[in-house]
């Protein structure tokens, strides 16, 4: 079963632009992390965001973490057709390396040259 | 340094055939997780190895699906009597004991006909 949802389910933008997208989640996590798939190719990590923190910066990428709301939200500033992906939310509820991640069902970027 | 390798590919079986998919985690890594991603979904979690120890198959959809680990490293996920709804990408990722982030490989696209 999914974990999280993402939103929105399809987002298109200008090369440029910042891209906001969303995920919540149902229970409590330790942490939350944030994935890209290319078509046809494995996950890439982006980001990782623990339960006690509220916000991360790494390079373009801003993301926000509310467990109040169970919600987490990735910005990529200044897109690039390069970014145009699937995005996935991701979260696990142990400690240690050793938690199996659920994900979401992912939200589809295209940044339009 | 060489991140997760799965083989084959892309793997076309014939409803009711044996399949065996490799994963190569990263040099180190004693946590090992298998997931499935259907199309259009977000990957869902099969089964999780730490060294040569199964911790957690309650994602296994049934007992046609089987994972090992011999030695700790390389990993095989087999499915028997291979159905349709088997039809999926499987998606291999490893962890370190220092880290929480999954390192994906590039999946097997199996597709079941």
């Known amino acids: 079963s999914q974990q999280g949802e993402e939103d929105p389910q399809a987002l298109s933008i200008q090369e440029g632009e910042n891209a906001t997208m969303n995920c919540s989640y149902k229970t409590s996590i330790n942490n939350l992390q944030w994935y890209r798939q290319n078509s046809g190719r494995g996950l890439v990590h982006l980001i990782l965001?623990?339960?006690?923190?509220r916000e991360k910066h790494s390079g373009r990428l801003r993301v926000t973490l509310d467990t109040s709301k169970k919600s987490s939200s990735l910005l990529i500033t200044a897109s690039r057709a390069a970014d145009t992906a699937s995005y996935f939310c991701?979260?696990?509820?142990?400690?240690?390396?050793?938690?199996?991640?659920?994900f979401g069902k992912g939200i589809t970027l295209s940044v339009r040259p | 340094g060489a991140g997760v390798s799965q083989s084959p590919r892309y793997k076309v079986a014939k409803r009711g055939q044996d399949v065996a998919l490799r994963c190569d985690p990263i040099s180190g890594h004693v946590s090992l997780f298998w997931y499935q991603q259907a199309l259009g979904q977000g990957p869902e979690f099969l089964t999780y190895f730490q060294n040569e120890a199964q911790l957690d198959k309650s994602g296994l959809p049934s007992d046609r699906f089987f994972a090992e680990r011999p030695e700790g490293s390389v990993s095989t996920l087999k499915i028997q009597r291979t159905q349709q709804e088997d039809s999926a990408v499987y998606l291999c990722?490893?962890?370190?004991?220092?880290?929480?982030?999954?390192?994906f490989g590039p999946g097997t696209r199996l597709t079941v006909l």
């Open positions: 990722a490893s962890s370190s004991p220092v880290e929480d982030t999954q390192y």
């Open positions: 965001i623990r339960s006690n923190e």
């Open positions: 991701a979260t696990d509820g142990m400690p240690g390396a050793n938690s199996k991640l659920t």
